[in-house]
């Protein structure tokens, strides 16, 4: 069986490996909490993506006039 040295598990490797850390604990969230911080989450997403989506409006606002411009000339 393999052995974990505490010392390291090699020179070139000296964190543990996978199966010799400790798991991550368990622990029960309130679903009510979860489910308002998730729609608070998405809430700000949706925020976000508006303020994203009126920038590339004016980017290619921009863009239309630029090559309006060059036509011109």
Avoid: F, N
């Avoid at 798991?23 to 489910?35: A, L, N, S, T």
């Amino acid at each position: 069986m393999w052995r974990y040295w505490y010392r390291g598990w090699c020179p070139r490797h000296p964190w543990p490996p996978a199966w010799t850390r400790p798991h991550p604990q368990y622990y029960r969230e309130d679903v009510e909490w979860e489910i308002k911080y998730l729609e608070y989450m998405k809430k700000e997403l949706e925020m976000e993506i508006g303020e994203i989506s009126k920038r590339i409006d004016e980017l290619k606002k921009i863009l239309e006039e630029k090559k309006s411009e060059r036509k011109i000339d």
